[in-house]
């Protein structure tokens, strides 16, 4: 599920809006920044079996994939490219491995999280970035 974004803007600059975007409704507990200096970079694959997560782009470009963890296969992922110039917003389900990687220098995501740090921490599955390889670095570098 995708929640479209929209760029305002004027004379002074742009703004950037979520307005279906409801933190509360969707029970965010938390948010980080997460930013990757070079084109890419990857990292995956990190799942949840309760936590459920947002994503956006606030700079660059990024390349966003999910994996369910029940069907852990290339057949399954899902692929999104996010980017700046187009405020989409990414939902990442519980019971879904993620990863992500920079296609532009920079590349800075902003994720929503469903659960505290603690929880988090307790629910947390990973797997090496390259168990499911859907990521093209060499296009990037």
Not at 10 to 21: E, K, T
Not at 35 to 47: L, P, Q, V
Not at 97 to 109: F, H, K, R
Request: aromatic residues 12%; hydrophobic residues 35%.
């Amino acid at each position: 599920m995708k929640n479209d974004g929209k760029i305002i803007t004027d004379d002074r600059g742009h703004l950037i809006v979520h307005n279906s975007f409801n933190p509360q409704e969707l029970r965010i507990k938390r948010f980080y920044i997460v930013s990757n200096r070079d084109s890419g970079f990857i990292r995956a694959w990190h799942g949840h079996k309760v936590e459920e997560k947002y994503v956006t782009v606030l700079n660059g470009t990024a390349q966003i994939s999910l994996c369910p963890m029940e069907s852990f296969c290339i057949e399954s992922v899902s692929t999104h490219i996010l980017t700046e110039y187009s405020p989409e917003m990414v939902y990442i389900p519980a019971n879904f491995y993620n990863g992500w990687m920079s296609l532009t220098p920079g590349a800075t995501l902003q994720y929503f999280s469903t659960s505290s740090l603690e929880s988090s921490l307790g629910d947390d599955y990973r797997e090496d970035w390259d168990t499911v390889n859907v990521w093209n670095r060499n296009q990037y570098r």
